[in-house]
């Protein structure tokens, strides 16, 4: 079975820019999450979307968006891009508390 | 509101040596507990976690975690530590199997560097 897959893996930016990433989830997982890891640090907690909805949001601002399709895949939108956003963003697919996450895409803003 | 301390940001441990590496929660709910590892420019590999069942919990590659609730505590450990299990390590704590709300609070992480 296929994992959690996140598109792009490496991803250069300037700033003020807009960037979109992507996370398909585990065939029958409904539930996606969303983590921003800055280096040397522990994921932080970004969103959460369950059945299409918002069921959770981390302390990010409004630069910071996200949506779920039908088919359960997700996208995350950061726009005006800071310095500050680089980073590894991670998605993470659940099902009753089993939760798997991807491989991260690695964001560079210059 | 939950949070997660990992005590030390640098551990090394000489292989064949003892891993212990610190973790203490903090939850106003009975936890879910986890411990994570990440190898260099990769994504996070779960290990063992807690789930309410019983407190000594055995995960992947020789890893055993002790859920103490006295202690607030969630320490793994490793009799015998081997090359390949220098990587950071992240503590994690979330309310449980709750699909609909699955926020997972993370600890800040602990490098393990294993010495020849």
């Known amino acids: 079975d296929a994992g959690v897959t996140q598109s792009p893996t490496h991803l250069i930016k300037t700033r003020g820019q807009h960037v979109t990433l992507r996370c398909s989830p585990i065939?029958?997982?409904?539930?996606v999450s969303w983590y921003q890891q800055v280096l040397g640090q522990g994921p932080q907690f970004i969103f959460q979307y369950y059945e299409k909805e918002e069921r959770g949001r981390g302390n990010f601002p409004d630069r910071f968006s996200a949506r779920q399709f039908p088919n359960y895949s997700s996208e995350l939108n950061v726009n005006a891009l800071l310095l500050g956003d680089s980073a590894l963003y991670l998605c993470?697919?659940?099902?009753?508390?089993?939760?798997?996450f991807g491989p991260g895409t690695r964001l560079l803003v210059l | 509101a939950q949070s997660v301390t990992q005590l030390g940001s640098h551990v090394s441990v000489s292989e064949g040596a003892l891993v212990l590496l610190r973790c203490n929660y903090s939850s106003s709910v009975p936890p879910y507990l986890f411990w994570y590892v990440q190898y260099p420019n990769q994504g996070l590999q779960l290990l063992l976690k807690y789930t309410s069942a019983a407190t000594l919990v055995k995960g992947i590659n020789g890893f055993e975690a002790e859920f103490k609730k006295s202690e607030t505590s969630f320490h793994l450990t490793k009799p015998s530590a081997h090359m390949s299990d220098a990587a950071e390590y992240f503590c994690a704590v979330s309310e449980g199997p709750k699909t609909s709300y699955d926020k997972v609070i993370f600890g800040p992480g602990t490098s393990l560097s294993v010495i020849p």
């Open positions: 993470a697919s659940s099902l009753f508390g089993l939760r798997y």
């Open positions: 065939s029958g997982h409904k539930s």
